[in-house]
């Protein structure tokens, strides 16, 4: 695939972000971020066509379905059936990313903290005992302020061994020996210095439906965040990487086709040809977080070529995107969100498919990985509730690790040494080239996909959804998008633990309530509190009651569970957005968009004409607005600026 060739455009950088962060905004990395420009408009034209087939299944009442086997992958010139018999080129595994037993993920940057308290947590990571680390530019970095730029700064000074990040990682490392000798009578860390070259260091751009916030096109348009993230990051660290013989390893949210793969697969080769680096030389993982990826996974890994390193299978983005995709039958109804399990009707058949893809050989009889989903149990709370959800973690490491997978992710250090020995027990580095059957293209297959079984849907399910939805869109406007919550019925209850939850989980949980309140969702149980019987479906009163309820739970919470300074500012913006997503009759496509036009808001009215405003460009003919609507804002303040840069010819 190459760039879309239409007029040249320029990019702008806002309000003096260039001088400020001079050492992530080099000039190698403006002109490599110059170099790109040209795909943005291939970006938005894949963004579209996707809103456009959401709207045609949904009018046609169509579910997905698999590409003709005859058909060329677009944007390569690969038959569909060439891929799915591994008929292409695909890549061997780099040394470091062959044992990923544990790879944790989270931002290197905390919000409005200085740099040396915000880089703790690349030395907690890289400390860690992780195999490799996804340092997350996307659904875990809080994109409040210039946090995305001081993500990309605190890695390139860990990664550079900058003194000042030396001596946070030999203070943080006695911490995490404190912590560990209390919960498991050792120390995890015998020589800090060798334990930071243990783990890999990935990153995880933002996906191509998102636009940056700092950088934007001159016309007035977002860029793509996809590109920014990648350019900054790779610019900023490959002669790095590359010097200690590490690979340059990024993981892909949020792809659903292999078009969009093949466009990835473009940038990046512009990218590698634009430094001088070898082709092929970025590797990626793919996150198979959306329904129409797993019709195509073949297709993405031949679209993606010798790059491609393996496939994740992320829970929370994945149900939410099958609910996206099934919201025009009213058949199809989710259960309670913790009933849908990864052994659970379409989840299990999503895995299955991910597992065979990965063990289908490509031409030189080359193998991809499977990294398993995540465990989001953090080890903090009463004893009996660390030991029971300890136990709960373990076990789902131990199912995927028989099932085939040749890791997991853990949402937060402490859980590195928990996990890992699952792992350790057997010994093997991976498990490339199990034996599983061929995937196969039925109609069958694809109704699998989406299979449902019983599971309770309940009033308790649906305080949960509410309650959780409401934090993480506060934590998310307060900078923490990964944020430890739970649900306010168990605040103060220390043998219910938090988890560490972040923008997928906050998707599922108001895709789920509008899939209830729209589809007339019957419970399965009686409830006492509401006088809701076995049978009663879900209401707009009740939702209604519901909101009022658990938003007061939320005020009237101790700042440890909900910030006090975010009582007036941030939550009550959040309740908006919950509210206008979950009754609106349209289905939103994106949470994460209603956030984003609020982000340093404080003011409810000024959110709720961004509210209406979003929903009529949506409902009027598929519009996101995805722009910083911000960014203009430095023009209009004294000494505002931006920056702009041209275009390449």
């Known amino acids: 695939m190459t760039a879309t060739q239409t007029r040249p455009c320029s990019l702008e950088i806002r309000d003096g972000l260039r001088r400020q962060y001079a050492d992530i905004f080099t000039p190698e990395a403006v002109g490599a971020l110059q170099a790109l420009i ?130 946070v990682a030999e203070q943080v490392a006695e911490e995490m020996n404190a912590w560990a000798r209390e919960f498991f009578g050792h120390p995890i860390i015998s020589d800090w210095r060798t334990q930071l070259d243990f783990t890999t260091v990935i990153y995880r751009a933002r996906g191509l439906h998102l636009d940056d916030r700092h950088v934007q096109r001159s016309d007035g348009q977002g860029f793509s965040a996809s590109i920014v993230d990648a350019v900054l990051y790779v610019v900023s660290q490959y002669r790095a990487l590359q010097k200690a013989g590490r690979s340059i390893v990024l993981y892909l949210p949020k792809i659903q086709t292999a078009e969009e793969a093949a466009l990835w697969n473009a940038m990046l080769s512009a990218l590698e040809n634009h430094l001088g680096l070898e082709p092929s030389a970025i590797r990626t993982y793919v996150l198979v977080e959306q329904l129409e990826a797993s019709f195509q996974l073949m297709e993405i890994r031949a679209a993606l070529g010798r790059r491609f390193v393996g496939f994740n299978t992320g829970r929370w983005d994945y149900i939410n995107s099958v609910a996206d995709a099934m919201a025009w039958d009213p058949d199809f109804i989710n259960p309670n969100i913790d009933a849908i399990s990864m052994t659970w009707g379409y989840m299990r058949h999503y895995e299955d498919r991910v597992r065979r893809a990965v063990n289908t050989p490509d031409q030189h009889g080359r193998y991809a990985l499977w990294q398993g989903g995540m465990e989001p149990n953090i080890p903090v709370g009463s004893a009996a509730g660390v030991e029971a959800g300890m136990k709960k973690a373990v076990a789902g490491a131990r199912r995927e690790q028989e099932a085939g ?145 658990e938003y007061e739970k939320l005020l009237q919470a101790d700042d440890r569970d909900v910030h006090d300074d975010s009582k007036t500012t941030t939550l009550p913006i959040a309740r908006e957005i919950v509210d206008t997503f979950v009754t609106g009759h349209t289905r939103l496509p994106w949470y994460i968009d209603l956030l984003n036009i609020n982000l340093n808001n404080h003011d409810v009215e000024v959110a709720r004409q961004r509210i209406r405003q979003y929903v009529e460009a949506f409902t009027t003919d598929g519009t996101r607005i995805t722009k910083n609507l911000d960014f203009d804002a430095a023009r209009m303040s004294p000494g505002g600026t931006t920056e702009t840069l041209s275009a390449v010819p």
């Open 38 to 167: 040209p795909f943005d408009e291939s970006r938005r034209r894949l963004m579209t066509e996707r809103i456009q087939r959401r709207q045609e299944r949904a009018r046609r009442r169509q579910p997905i379905e698999f590409l003709p086997a005859d058909s060329i992958i677009p944007g390569t010139n690969l038959r569909v059936q060439d891929a799915r018999d591994g008929r292409f080129e695909g890549g061997d595994i780099p040394e470091d990313l062959r044992r990923q037993w544990i790879q944790g993920t989270g931002p290197a940057a905390r919000p409005g903290t200085p740099v040396e308290r915000s880089i703790r947590n690349v030395a907690y990571a890289l400390l860690s005992g992780a195999d490799g680390w996804m340092f997350d530019g996307e659904d875990a970095l809080g994109q409040i302020d210039t946090m995305s730029l001081d993500n990309q700064r605190n890695l390139k000074l860990a990664v550079h061994r900058d003194p000042l990040f030396l001596r």
């Open 405 to 549: 997978a040749s890791g997991k992710w853990v949402a937060h250090w402490k859980m590195v040494h928990i996990v890992r020995p699952v792992w350790e027990a057997v010994g093997e580095a991976n498990q490339t080239g199990r034996r599983f059957p061929r995937l196969t293209y039925t109609d069958a297959d694809a109704a699998a996909l989406t299979e449902l079984e019983p599971a309770p849907r309940t009033v308790t399910g649906a305080r949960d959804l509410l309650s959780v939805a409401l934090q993480y869109g506060n934590a998310f406007a307060q900078g923490y998008q990964a944020a430890a919550l739970k649900p306010a019925d168990h605040f103060g209850n220390d043998d219910v633990l938090y988890l560490m939850e972040d923008m997928a989980t906050g998707e599922i949980r108001l895709g789920i309530l509008w899939e209830w309140l729209h589809k007339a969702a019957a419970f399965t149980e009686d409830d006492a509190r509401t006088g809701i019987r076995k049978g009663d479906v879900f209401t707009r009163e009740l939702f209604d009651r519901l909101l009022r309820e």
